[in-house]
């Protein structure tokens, strides 16, 4: 079991930077892979960024290619996107979601925990 609680965001205008940290407890945070997803209203939840269980190995949505950045410390159980160059398009509820089996792709299905998330929100 692992508890995720993520923080950072906030209002910012667009072209500025937010940082997103994502605290994780529990045991065995480096035996996941670790995952940012983002929702905005009334649409569905879609994948931002992954990365593996090393932090060697990390995935990018295409639209944010460039932007933003996914890192981990597993020594203080945290995991942080660094999003930059900010568009209104970026608006959503940003959420954590950690991935028992290690392999952080993609999709909302292969991961097991989730944060309540944060909101980001992105003005023109």
């Known amino acids: 079991q692992v508890q995720l609680v993520e923080s950072g965001g906030g209002l910012v205008q667009a072209g500025g930077s937010l940082r997103l940290s994502c605290a994780a407890s529990?045991?065995?945070?480096?035996?996941?892979?670790m995952g940012w997803f983002r929702q905005a209203p009334g649409k569905e939840r879609e994948f931002v960024a992954a990365?593996?269980?090393?932090?060697?190995?990390?995935y990018d949505q295409e639209s944010v290619k460039g932007r933003f950045t996914i890192s981990r410390d597993n020594a203080k159980n945290t995991v942080t996107l660094q999003m930059n160059s900010l568009k209104p398009e970026d608006t959503a509820v940003y959420y954590c979601?950690?991935?028992?089996?290690?392999?952080?792709?993609?999709?909302?299905?292969?991961?097991?925990?989730w944060g309540q998330g944060t909101q980001v929100t992105v003005s023109s």
């Open positions: 990365i593996g269980r090393s932090g060697r190995r990390t």
């Open positions: 979601a950690a991935d028992r089996g290690g392999v952080g792709l993609g999709s909302a299905s292969l991961y097991d925990y």
């Open positions: 529990g045991r065995s945070f480096s035996s996941y892979a």
